[in-house]
Nanobody, 123 residues
Framework: QVQLVESGGGSVQAGGSLRLSCATSGFTVGNYFLGWFRQAPGKEREGVATFYWLSSTTTYADSVKGRFTISRDNYKKILYLQMNSLKPEDTAVYYC????????????????WGQGTQVTVSS
């Protein structure tokens, strides 16, 4: 059974940092593209960053480049999203997703999704 479990969300002031975690289980993560998405109230879900486990190839949305960084624990099969210099507009529920196809993942149509973790940034 595929599982993606996010954690690490919370409330911070603008300029602060958080690190999100996505614990994976039930599938061979090396065969998958993983990604972080977010959805703010009243807005569509948007892609934040993607990561291909086998090659560590990463992509970032322009809105987070230079502030967010993806990393992984290859032994524990955990994907991280380090978020620095947070802004109020980063407030959203953040989701971890996985799919074998990178294009499908980037289109927001991933096969597997976590339950989400709330990030709130106050000004």
């Amino acid at each position: 059974q595929v599982q993606l479990v996010e954690s690490g969300g919370g409330s911070v002031q603008a300029g602060g940092s958080l690190r999100l975690s996505c614990a994976t289980s039930g599938f061979t993560v090396g065969n998958y593209f993983l990604g972080w998405f977010r959805q703010a109230p009243g807005k569509e879900r948007e892609g934040v960053a993607t990561f291909y486990w086998l090659s560590s190839t990463t992509t970032y949305a322009d809105s987070v480049k230079g502030r967010f960084t993806i990393s992984r624990d290859n032994y524990k099969k955990i994907l991280y999203l380090q978020m620095n210099s947070l802004k109020p507009e980063d407030t959203a529920v953040y989701y971890c997703a996985a799919d074998r196809n990178g294009s499908t993942l980037r289109a927001g149509l991933a096969s597997y999704w976590g339950q989400g973790t709330q990030v709130t940034v106050s000004s």
